[in-house]
């Protein structure tokens, strides 16, 4: 890869890089994509997320800024492109 080139991948694609040599910090985004069934499950032990402001508790759905609707099944989500 050269610098600025960007890779996307399936969260259960085994991936890796060499170590970051420059004098700057690696960047990462990560976007994760979820079914409006889904509900929230707080693992013990999990390392916190920095940014994230929810007050979710086991079993609440996604429904926050934290987590924001891209996209709605059954709408008409086409309209105004």
């Known amino acids: ?3 600025g080139d960007v890779i996307v ?6 991936h890796a890089a060499k170590g ?7 960047r990462a985004i990560s976007f994760r994509y979820v079914d409006q069934d ?3 499950f707080e693992r ?9 402001t929810h007050n979710l508790k086991t079993g609440d759905t996604l429904e926050c800024a934290d987590y924001p609707l891209v996209f709605a099944s059954g ?7």
Do not use: E, F, W
């Not at 991948?9 to 085994?14: G, I, K, S, Y």
């Not at 013990?44 to 994230?52: F, Y």
């Open 75 to 81: 709408v008409n989500n086409t309209a105004g492109i």
């Open 1 to 3: 890869m050269k610098p």
């Open 44 to 52: 013990p032990g999990a390392i916190m997320q920095t940014g994230i």
């Open 38 to 40: 889904v509900r929230y």
């Open 9 to 14: 991948h399936d969260v259960m694609t085994l």
């Open 20 to 26: 970051n040599l420059s004098d700057r910090p690696r």
